[in-house]
């Protein structure tokens, strides 16, 4: 779940451990300002006074999950990180139809934001990093929410978090995970303006294939989840030169995917929502493939490369947020 931290101690870009990998992306992968439709002031102020607003109303929310039923409290969250993504002036579009039962839910990871567009549209449980749960109002809210928590730096703790997934999803839980183990710029097979990725891979951060474990010892399907972001009305192949994204290979018309809302690098989070805040007609698209049934896979590492999959660009999408 991202954001991974408030501050983040200072890493070369390109390295890490296995445990915890490292994707390549970095600062320069972000678009140049001047490149990006921009909020006003005072549109700007508004978004921060909604947030603002947003989480007191997590606080009152915190008092009242644990009075609603079980069947309700999926709807309060879904209604609640919609409200905050339209203050942050987001919009959602989902492209694809979800399961109404138990799925592991496996999304590439680029945002912060990414956590709001999934519990958006879905009463998924999701699978969050240890340090989250000291989090003001928004570590409440995870616990209180059912979210599970994997501890990075204690690697002999993963297959028991595995168990605990595989265990929710056998009660009839959706459970939403991002096998990347990191964030990514958003923009595979694709270059910034500043150049491409430093990894110089189409997929700076394949998925991970550990957690399509619970899936198997649940017998539940797998969906994979891909999000993108891109600016409304910026479509076709970007031009040449000093822009927000420039093609490295031909690429077919249609929303043109922007890295200005990647939380990448050693960027702290104040920074990421401050950009974001600033920021005109963005949009987050979630796209639903196709379930991949138990009997697909019996081994977690071709379930892992099955669901690590570009979208079919074919289908129509629903606006949620606007």
């Known amino acids: ?148 928590f994997i501890d990075r730096d204690r690697p002999r703790t993963l297959p028991g978090t595995v168990a605990d997934v595989a265990a929710a999803l056998r009660a009839g839980h959706q459970i939403a995970v991002f096998p990347q183990a990191t964030t990514t710029c958003g923009t595979a097979g694709r270059a910034t303006s500043a150049g491409r990725c430093s990894s110089g891979a189409p997929r700076p951060a394949p998925f991970r294939p550990a957690l399509f474990q619970a899936a198997l010892d649940a017998e539940v399907p797998v969906v994979p989840l891909t999000l993108t972001y891109h600016f409304a009305g910026r479509t076709g192949t970007p031009p040449a030169g000093p822009a927000d994204l420039a093609p490295v290979d031909p690429a077919p018309a249609g929303p ?15 920074p990421s929502v401050r950009r974001v805040l600033g920021l005109r007609d963005l949009v987050v698209t979630l796209d639903a493939g196709a379930p991949l049934p138990p009997d697909r896979c019996r081994h977690r590492r071709a379930l892992a490369r099955l669901a690590d999959r570009d979208p079919a660009p074919t289908r129509s999408a629903l606006d949620l947020v606007g």
């Open 256 to 270: 043109v995917p922007t890295s200005v809302a990647a939380f990448i690098g050693d960027e702290a989070l104040w």
């Open 1 to 148: 779940m991202a954001p991974r931290s408030l501050a983040r101690s200072p890493r070369p870009v390109g390295h890490g451990t296995f445990w915890r990998p490292r994707s390549g992306c970095g600062a320069g992968c972000l678009p140049p300002p001047p490149t990006v439709p921009a909020a006003g002031r005072l549109t700007r102020l508004i978004r921060l006074t909604g947030v603002l607003g947003m989480l007191a109303a997590g606080l009152v929310l915190l008092v009242l999950l644990p009075l609603l039923t079980r069947r309700l409290r999926p709807v309060a969250g879904r209604l609640w990180a919609r409200g905050l993504l339209r203050t942050l002036g987001v919009r959602l579009r989902l492209i694809g139809r979800l399961p109404d039962r138990a799925a592991l839910l496996a999304a590439n990871h680029v945002s912060w934001l990414d956590t709001l567009a999934i519990l958006a549209v879905t009463p998924a449980r999701l699978l969050a990093k240890r340090e989250i749960r000291g989090w003001p109002v928004i570590g409440a809210l995870a616990r209180v929410g059912g979210t599970l």
